[in-house]
């Protein structure tokens, strides 16, 4: 049974990321024509507007959030621009508190508290009627994404303590991540088109309130006593000024800042620079989530046949993330467009899926086996990128063009792998040294080992 729980907690932490991203990329359709009508700028924000309102049907809508903000700015798109960021910023502040806090009550308490967040956040789009309202309703996504996302990570790792099952569970969390922001905008555009703005928001709401009773179900708050016999985790500030952790933390900032800017500024560039179609648009970014389930599962098999090249993994693909980037601004055609955008996503599944078990084992080998503040230290990473992209890339590419953002973020992620080898011995060292194992090796010796003996017979 207790292997079943872990499989349904797996289940519940998986629905909560994709829902998490759902959340922040149903909008990309809808948005623009949502605060356009909120304006009175046209018409009525309906299932008789269309998506963008530029005539297009909702499903053939970009996406990514293609719209914040033009080189050419403008006052909407600087709304539309801080709105997307300020999740992501919220997000950044808010972490190194639920980190600390995850440490000292447990990883199912957070995680449930965060998707009541994120219901209240759904709820609140759905029934929004003015841009103060929609600011509202994104910031809260923020809370609630810096107790969900960290608290769902964390509990993953110590569910599943051993490799190579740590690296399947973190994997299918990364590939549902992926699944959410490539389904959310046809998921949102024809939703909005044919059913009403509030229908998508509805959808996920109701999604959201199952995943929480199901967790309720599953890990009941105070069900157990287990978490008070347990240690309190390394203070974040400590985890922050390691050095192997700092590594890792600079690494998943480095490869995700190539998306976070690519995002906002590539349907304009494209529109510009080869005359793409608004259909060429929305399905730019489609093809690219097959090579990053990819990436997820070439990495989680050879770090099953080959745990101590990790690093190699993750300094492979900032690489590959390096040479795709610096590739785009060469492509002519949407065609040759999605070869280094499937190159950038193939190479950011490698890193994330080598780089993420690497953390806690990290804190196994180096500090006490409790992740809330080191995972948060990987969500604030994260954080960083995607609240600078929606407000800083299309400033870069006004004053500075295109083709020298992609070429100034493919060269950090090629100069920033060789600083990988740093991790090199410690990735050797994790099959001797972790904690686990050696409570495994030595037998209990007291409270705290006998709970964690009882956690891995079961």
């Known amino acids: 049974e207790a292997r079943r729980q872990r499989r349904l907690l797996l289940v519940v932490v998986c629905v909560a990321l994709l829902l998490d991203n759902m959340l922040y990329m149903v909008i990309v359709p809808i948005i623009p024509d949502y605060i356009a009508a909120m304006r009175g700028g046209g018409g009525t ?22 719209r914040y903000p033009p080189a050419s700015g403008g006052n909407e798109d600087v709304q539309i621009g801080v709105l997307f960021a300020s999740k992501a910023m919220l997000q950044l502040l808010v972490n190194p508190l639920s980190g600390t806090l ?30 103060a309202t929609l600011f509202a309703a994104r910031s809260l996504q923020g809370l609630g994404s810096a107790f969900a996302d960290t608290a769902g990570i964390a509990l993953i790792a110590d569910r599943y ?7 399947r569970a973190l994997g299918t969390a990364l590939a549902c991540i992926s699944f959410g922001s490539l389904a959310a905008p046809p998921f949102g555009g024809v939703l909005y088109e044919f059913a009403g703005k509030r229908v998508p ?56 800042i190539p998306l976070a800017f690519l995002e906002p500024t590539i349907a304009n560039w494209m529109k510009d620079s080869m005359g793409a179609s608004e259909w060429e ?26 745990p101590h090249l990790q690093w190699f993994y993750g300094a492979l693909g ?30 950011i599944a490698l890193v994330d899926t080598a780089l993420l078990p690497t953390l806690a084992f990290l804190v196994d080998v180096r500090h006490v086996s409790v992740y809330g503040s080191v995972y948060a230290i990987a969500d604030i990473s994260y954080s960083v990128a995607y609240a600078l992209g929606p407000i800083v890339a299309g400033q870069i590419v006004h004053t500075m063009g295109f083709a020298q953002l992609n070429l ?3 060269l950090a992620n090629v100069l920033y792998a060789p600083v990988l080898l740093f991790l090199k011995n410690v990735c050797q060292m994790k099959p001797s040294h972790s904690e686990r194992n050696i409570l495994l090796e030595e037998g209990p010796k007291g409270l705290y080992d006998t709970i964690k003996m009882e956690e891995r017979k079961g």
């Open 408 to 410: 100034g973020m493919g």
């Open 318 to 347: 900032m690489a590959i993330i390096g040479a795709s980037s610096c590739l785009v601004p060469a492509c002519r055609n949407f065609g040759q467009v999605i070869i280094p955008l499937c190159g950038i996503c193939f190479g």
């Open 201 to 256: 928001f509805l959808v996920l709401a109701c999604v959201c309130l199952l995943d929480g009773l199901l967790l309720l179900v599953l890990a009941p708050p105070g069900g157990t006593g287990a978490r008070a016999n347990m240690p309190v985790g390394t203070p974040i500030y400590r985890l922050m000024i390691d050095p192997y952790i700092a590594v890792v933390a600079g690494a998943l900032a480095t490869c995700n």
């Open 45 to 66: 924000a309906g299932p008789s507007a269309p998506a963008g309102g530029n005539g297009s049907g909702g499903g053939n809508r970009s996406l990514l959030p293609a």
């Open 161 to 167: 303590a051993e490799e190579p099952a740590r690296s």
């Open 281 to 306: 648009v929305g399905l730019t970014w489609l093809p690219a989530f097959f090579p990053h389930v990819l990436g997820v599962y070439v990495t989680v098999r050879l770090a099953a046949a080959y």
């Open 102 to 131: 995850i440490d000292r009550v447990g990883y199912e308490a957070p995680l449930l508290a965060g998707l009541a967040v994120m219901f209240l956040s759904t709820a609140t789009f759905a029934f929004a009627e003015n841009y």
